[in-house]
């Protein structure tokens, strides 16, 4: 295992001599070179903490892991509002709902552009540290204020304006000052630490369905959307009090790590911004890779509901579905996190991610897409694969750091994020258009033969170039053969 990651990494490494360099004496204060520098003792002491096993990072981690449902409530059961606002159609928005098209891009508006934004918000936070204390309560305000606003919105533009765009603002002030102290906290376990913060995510996605459901039909929108402002606010303001920002003087103090490491680190935590993964092609190529995952992803979530559906499935199939597939990602998310922290090649953790949630839309949604039965067996492979994605980016970080000590962690997280919604972001337009390629709707055969057939298709393909990585580096050795 270890040969087949060295090999397909081995046309990008990266010298990391220039990091491993022993402490030089005037570091120390002694003033004299003659004497051998000695290995900074661990620190043991309350104030200095070590990383990744302290109260205060797994105090920090449990913030993080509480935080993902009001950031993430609203837009993993959005294929429910999706499906209530099309069917309803001018009942709820009297001046029109738009295109299905145009109801599915406030969906992948506010989860692209809370991704989008997270490059520009960590650059900020990491420069300017003391603004991560106001991001908390300004995107309280912000999130709570959009919901309350769209519950009287009488138009798809006026809520892709308040539910797609600002909600999603509201919300990315929220994830970036708590995703950054968890990076910072976290070194070895990172892939652990990460991986719970996905799946807590995904445990929200599970329930929010059938209680989304279950409010739109009692009780209408517009009260289900203020239910959504308060609730939110209830859940936002506790894991606030558990946010702390990693002491710069104990940046991870250890018997062999170097005092030149550690000034460092003091130096980044005090505002100093690197873009030093900017000169390592593995960067750019894992980057690419997880956009092109990005440009189908969202598409099982967002428009299964409306494919049960159309199919004549009951209408408790929809929200189902979009429970499993959160449900499946818990456990994708954990141990597709836990792979990188054994030291597996990130390219080769992408690529069983990316392998199996292809195989799940390809034989099972696009063959069996027609039988209950079928569906839900794809719906747990995509959530499990699929929804397990994500969790790769903490072996990309980890092989980022291992190939240059300088490099902030930190922002190639906000970059991965920043690549991910521009995917999702180009999604909502994409899956409307690949609707209208189709107007074929029979029930007989399979799913590539229904409306959603070039749908099917386009996903899996995405899926499949997510392992762009891994099939890069085996290119260029079969290159290097011939």
């Given at each position: 295992?270890?040969?087949?990651?060295?090999?397909?990494?081995?046309?990008?490494?990266?010298?990391?001599?220039?990091?491993?360099?022993?402490?030089?004496?005037?570091?120390?204060?002694?003033?004299?070179?003659?004497?051998?520098?000695?290995p900074?003792?661990?620190?043991?002491?309350?104030?200095?903490?070590?990383?990744d096993?302290?109260?205060?990072?797994?105090?920090?981690?449990?913030?993080?892991?509480?935080?993902?449902?009001?950031?993430?409530?609203?837009s993993?059961?959005?294929?429910?509002?999706?499906?209530?606002?099309?069917?309803?159609?001018?009942?709820?928005?009297?001046?029109?709902?738009?295109?299905?098209?145009?109801?599915a891009?406030?969906?992948?508006?506010?989860?692209?552009?809370?991704?989008?934004?997270?490059?520009?918000?960590?650059?900020?936070?990491?420069?300017?540290?003391?603004?991560?204390?106001w991001?908390?309560?300004?995107?309280?305000?912000?999130?709570?204020?959009?919901?309350?606003?769209?519950?009287?919105?009488?138009?798809?533009?006026q809520?892709?304006?308040?539910?797609?765009?600002?909600h999603?603002i509201?919300?990315?002030?929220?994830?970036?000052?708590?995703?950054?102290?968890?990076?910072?906290?976290?070194?070895?376990?990172k892939?652990?630490?990460?991986?719970?913060?996905?799946?807590?995510?995904?445990?929200?996605?599970?329930?929010?369905?059938?209680?989304?459901?279950?409010?739109?039909?009692?009780?209408?929108?517009?009260?289900?959307?203020?239910?959504?402002?308060?609730?939110s606010?209830?859940?936002?303001?506790?894991?606030?009090?558990?946010?702390?920002?990693?002491p710069?003087?104990?940046?991870?103090?250890?018997?062999?790590?170097?005092s030149?490491?550690?000034?460092?680190?003091?130096?980044?935590?005090?505002?100093?911004?690197?873009?030093?993964?900017?000169?390592?092609?593995?960067?750019?190529?894992?980057?690419?890779?997880?956009?092109?995952q990005?440009?189908g992803?969202?598409?099982?979530?967002?428009?299964?509901?409306?494919?049960?559906?159309?199919?004549?499935?009951?209408?408790?199939?929809?929200?189902?579905?979009?429970?499993?597939?959160?449900?499946?990602?818990?456990?994708?998310?954990?141990?597709?996190?836990?792979?990188?922290?054994?030291?597996?090649?990130?390219?080769?953790?992408?690529?069983?991610s990316?392998?199996?949630?292809?195989?799940?839309?390809?034989?099972?949604?696009?063959?069996?897409?027609?039988?209950?039965?079928v569906?839900?067996?794809f719906?747990?492979?995509?959530?499990?694969?699929?929804?397990?994605?994500?969790?790769?980016?903490?072996?990309?970080?980890?092989?980022?750091?291992?190939?240059?000590?300088a490099?902030?962690?930190?922002?190639?997280?906000?970059?991965?994020?920043?690549?991910?919604?521009?995917?999702?972001?180009?999604?909502?337009?994409?899956?409307?258009?690949?609707?209208?390629?189709?107007?074929?709707k029979?029930?007989?055969?399979?799913?590539?033969?229904?409306?959603?057939?070039p749908?099917i298709?386009?996903?899996?393909?995405?899926?499949?170039?997510?392992?762009?990585?891994w099939?890069?580096?085996?290119?260029?050795?079969?290159?290097?053969?011939?």
């Amino acid at each position: 295992m270890t040969t087949s990651q060295d090999t397909q990494l081995q046309d990008l490494s990266v010298s990391e001599a220039g990091h491993l360099s022993a402490p030089r004496s005037e570091e120390d204060g002694s003033g004299s070179s003659s004497r051998p520098a000695e290995p900074l003792p661990t620190q043991t002491s309350p104030s200095t903490q070590p990383a990744d096993r302290s109260k205060a990072a797994y105090l920090v981690l449990s913030g993080c892991v509480l935080i993902q449902a009001p950031i993430w409530g609203y837009s993993l059961a959005f294929g429910i509002f999706q499906e209530y606002y099309t069917t309803h159609g001018t009942t709820v928005l009297p001046d029109g709902p738009g295109t299905p098209g145009t109801i599915a891009s406030i969906g992948t508006a506010q989860t692209g552009i809370l991704y989008l934004m997270m490059p520009a918000t960590f650059i900020l936070l990491t420069r300017y540290p003391y603004l991560r204390r106001w991001c908390g309560p300004l995107g309280l305000l912000i999130t709570t204020a959009c919901l309350i606003a769209s519950s009287f919105a009488t138009s798809a533009r006026q809520l892709i304006a308040t539910q797609g765009i600002l909600h999603a603002i509201g919300c990315g002030l929220l994830f970036s000052p708590t995703s950054l102290c968890l990076d910072e906290w976290f070194s070895e376990r990172k892939g652990l630490a990460y991986g719970a913060m996905w799946a807590s995510k995904s445990t929200v996605g599970a329930g929010m369905p059938f209680l989304t459901s279950a409010l739109l039909n009692r009780f209408g929108v517009s009260t289900t959307l203020r239910a959504y402002a308060v609730s939110s606010a209830l859940l936002t303001i506790p894991p606030l009090f558990l946010m702390r920002d990693y002491p710069a003087a104990n940046s991870r103090v250890n018997t062999t790590a170097s005092s030149e490491e550690h000034g460092r680190q003091g130096r980044q935590r005090q505002g100093h911004v690197s873009f030093a993964f900017a000169r390592h092609s593995i960067f750019w190529i894992l980057q690419c890779g997880n956009i092109l995952q990005s440009l189908g992803y969202l598409m099982p979530s967002t428009y299964l509901a409306s494919y049960a559906y159309a199919l004549g499935f009951p209408s408790i199939t929809g929200p189902i579905f979009l429970a499993l597939i959160s449900l499946a990602s818990v456990p994708g998310s954990l141990l597709i996190g836990l792979l990188n922290d054994t030291g597996l090649a990130p390219t080769t953790v992408i690529l069983i991610s990316s392998l199996g949630s292809a195989l799940a839309v390809f034989m099972l949604w696009g063959l069996g897409g027609h039988q209950v039965a079928v569906l839900v067996v794809f719906t747990i492979m995509y959530g499990f694969f699929a929804g397990g994605f994500s969790s790769t980016w903490s072996g990309i970080l980890q092989e980022m750091k291992r190939r240059d000590g300088a490099i902030n962690t930190g922002l190639i997280f906000g970059m991965l994020l920043g690549g991910r919604g521009l995917g999702f972001v180009l999604s909502g337009p994409i899956g409307g258009a690949l609707l209208e390629a189709n107007r074929l709707k029979t029930e007989d055969f399979s799913g590539y033969t229904t409306q959603y057939g070039p749908m099917i298709i386009y996903t899996g393909l995405t899926a499949t170039l997510g392992a762009w990585g891994w099939l890069w580096t085996m290119g260029k050795q079969a290159m290097r053969a011939l």
